[in-house]
């Protein structure tokens, strides 16, 4: 579900952080200064309840000026399921899906997620002859 674009964005990601409780869980994402948007951090926060997480919040992104426009049209013109159009929308099919993995297995589980990105790094490595 990430894009390339989304990549990009998130790499001036500086930490994740989830706060989990009974009845929620808060996704807060940090980042350093960068050309997208001008939030140091975003959250969105999901209400827990007996049929699953349901968005209850997100933070609004403040886009800079001269990528505002397309984020507009990603947002309206695809329908697909990305990162960003995630954390905006939360009438996304399988957007709750997504905050159950985080909250219940990125978030306790880093190091699986870690290794299996370190893994696919050494094949790309190992195919292009780069080690």
Known sequence: MISDQDENMLSFMID????????YCKIMLLFCSNPYF?????VKEYLITLTGPKAS?????????????????????????????????????GSDRIAEY????????????????MAAGKGAEKRTGNN
């Open 16 to 23: 994740l952080k989830v706060e989990k409780g009974n009845d």
């Open 38 to 42: 001008r939030n140091d951090v975003i």
């Open 57 to 93: 919040y997100s933070t609004p992104i403040q886009w800079h000026d001269h990528f505002e426009q397309e984020a507009y049209s990603r947002r309206h013109n695809n329908s697909g399921l990305n990162f960003f159009n995630w954390f905006s929308d939360h009438s996304l099919a």
């Open 102 to 117: 985080i909250c219940n297995d990125l978030w306790p589980n880093p190091l699986k997620y870690y290794m299996r990105k």
